[in-house]
């Protein structure tokens, strides 16, 4: 929306900033910092009162987290509220990725939303059914993925971008719409499911999201484009003003998740973040730099799939304890040990990332 000033700029002005992606990505960052800040309390508090007993806590769990009985969940809100009123202020409104990324990143929250709503009214752990949940999700991701296809550039439609190969394209065909569903259901399901300790998974989404944040801005850019050897996606660096918005939103919402929560971000949040992250992918053509950047979250998924199929096949389990981060709680590490660990596994994965734009 300010972006609209630059009409009253005469090219040396004030309202000249206004051009430039970086300057409004700052401004958006700190928009959603102060939103988080603002808003973080009062949320917080009306959450605490129209919920009651808080999120129910698994009762097979590990035992320390009965203790955390009573704390209100949803703080999901807090960050979506963020990203959206940063990115509506801040971003260019004519941009068709920025919308893509914003109905993806709504249409989740919404879905999180009502499982969430469905667990502390019921007060039990089951929700929205799990078919139900990805039902909706795949109808989402399938809007996202025709959307984005129809806006790539004609030589990068339908085609699938290999990291590190110069030029290496497979053309899927119709293929790459169910692709990159899954792609985007993979992300948010998976976001979804490392979020299960305080602060745990708003860190790695925040780190992998300045990571694509960076890689949407330089395939945006020709010039970047041009000396990075990438695939050139006009339109994709005004993500980075979202990206902004959603780690000043994090950090925001952090500061009341940080152990001991005092809020779950719910699956009102890692459905809408996951969701994001998966739709950034997509739209930049990184569907499988993602795999990198978020390989915390990867490994995370890959644990649950894993324990779950080889149970039903031997009756034994892989893992004490699925998603992975619940083993290392049952094997005796402290949680701030765990969540630390995990952040600094996700950063060294979003440097890797990040240097497959170079490696060519």
Known sequence: MLYWLTLWSDGGDFFNLFRYITFRSGGAFMTALVFGFLFGQPLINV????????????????????????????GGLLIV???????????RLDNAYVWL????????????????????????????????????GF??????AFWASAYHPGELQYQLAFPIFKDALLNMGFFFI??????????????????GLDGLAIMPVMIAASALGIIAYAVGRVDFTEYLDVHYVPGTGEILVFVAGLVGGGLGFLW???????????????????????????????????????GLFVVEALSVIIQVLYFKRTGKRVF???????????????????????????????????ATLKVR
């Not at 959450?47 to 955390?68: A, F, T, V, W, Y």
Request: charged fraction near 15%.
């Open 47 to 74: 959450l605490r009162k129209r919920q009651g007993k808080g999120q129910p806590i698994r009762n097979d769990g590990p035992e320390g987290h009965m203790s955390k009985s009573g704390t209100p969940t949803m």
């Open 81 to 91: 509220g963020a990203v959206l009123t940063s990115s509506l202020l801040w971003a």
């Open 101 to 136: 990324v914003l109905f993806v990143t709504l249409a989740f929250g919404l879905i999180g939303f009502a499982d969430d709503y469905a667990k502390v009214s019921k007060q039990n752990t089951s929700g929205v059914p799990g078919r139900i949940r990805l039902l909706i």
């Open 139 to 144: 109808c989402i991701a399938g809007i996202a």
């Open 178 to 195: 169910p692709f990159a569903m899954f792609v985007v259901v993979g992300a948010a399901n998976a976001v979804n499911l490392t979020d």
């Open 256 to 294: 009341y998740n940080a152990p001991p929560a005092a809020v779950f971000m719910g699956d009102t949040g890692s459905l809408a973040l996951g969701g994001a992250l998966g739709a950034i992918a997509v739209v930049t053509k990184h569907e499988l730099v993602l795999g990198i950047v978020g």
């Open 320 to 354: 004490l304890m699925a998603p992975i981060h619940h083993h290392y709680e049952k094997k005796g590490w402290a949680e701030p040990t765990i969540v630390i660990r995990f952040w600094i596994i996700a950063l060294i994965l979003a440097m890797i990332g990040l």
